[in-house]
């Protein structure tokens, strides 16, 4: 059988393997991506960053590119419309420690569309194609675009869009398989992606739906080179692990606390099914890596955004999730997991 499982190039920055996690606002800032890199993830990517506001120097945003050491490779994803404020952005972000860009051309958003950038530029080549280049002769590091398959499901122009891509410099695409007409719903389209696979030498990421090592194989066999994850990593960030056991390639990742040793669910490399309780103190270590970014009381509210994800098909998550809602900092939050923990195994 084919090795599904590899390691990858994006231009010179090596990957363990060829699972990516996908960039997700609001979700995907350090302390959920160092988890991921620690549950496998062969890079991760932060949450869109918009690029004139890198350009004039919101605090915010600023934040939003501060980097830990244990997330690394990381690619920084820039929203945008005006090549120089891009490529001055790539820059910053450069220079703050990302090791690669990523060029959003897929966010169909309305607030974004109306701005001219995410999926909007799928309808301006040229706009695009100058971004691409601009970006690419600012930096050292590689260079990527995430894109749709289309505006709507009718019309697939990602494969000729992938040729542009290529040729204006990237070093990989990650497509997310739906049409921006249809945002995160239905299967994806794994036509477009055999199509933009089979239209570029660069590697290409298949993205959409990837649950577990069955949706990728169905992605990776249409010839992408990769697989990006994306909700179903917000609820798990071993997700990246189990994948690769399951493709067979699990041995190739090397893993650490809190993924090996711990609780009823195993301990090695080889075993990495996550049980309910697992999942709760990895949960609680999100918090605390969390609370440390944004402080005890913002860390915990943040939170919420994923805690949904991270419950999903425990018993009486419903209520757990309720009270979650309502906590106010991390004690609290603490506590109520706890207390949750301490009941299902009566
Ligand atoms: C809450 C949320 C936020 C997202 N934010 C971004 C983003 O900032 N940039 C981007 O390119 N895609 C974004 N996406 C799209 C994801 O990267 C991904 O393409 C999509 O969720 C499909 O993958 P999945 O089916 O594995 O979730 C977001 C998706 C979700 C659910």
Known sequence: MKQLIKKLKIGSVELKNNLALAPM???????FRSLCIEGGAGFVVSEMVSAESIRYGNKKTLQ??????????IAIQLFGSDPES?????????????DIIDINAGCPVRKVLRSGSGAALMKEPGILEDIIKKTVKAVKIPVTVK???????????????AV????AGASAITLHGRAAADLHSGPPDYEAFAGTAAAVKIPVFGN????????????LETGCAGVAIGRAAAGNPAVFAEVAEGLGGGGMLPYSSPF???????????NVTRSPAEKIKLFMRFLELNAALYGPESGVVRARKLVGYWLKGFPHSSALRASFMAARALPEANALLLQYLSNSKK
């Open 164 to 167: 542009l891509i290529e040729g």
């Open 86 to 98: 891009m490529a001055l952005a790539a820059k910053e972000a450069e220079k703050l420690g990302a």
């Open 208 to 219: 959409g739906g990837v649950r577990a090592a069955a949706d990728a194989a169905r992605i």
């Open 25 to 31: 606002a609001g979700i995907t800032n350090a302390a």
């Open 147 to 161: 894109i749709r398959s289309g505006l709507t499901a009718k019309e697939v122009i990602s494969p000729g869009l």
């Open 260 to 270: 090996t040793g711990e609780g009823e669910g195993g301990g090695t490399a080889h």
């Open 64 to 73: 939003l590119l501060e980097l830990y050491p244990s997330e690394h490779p």
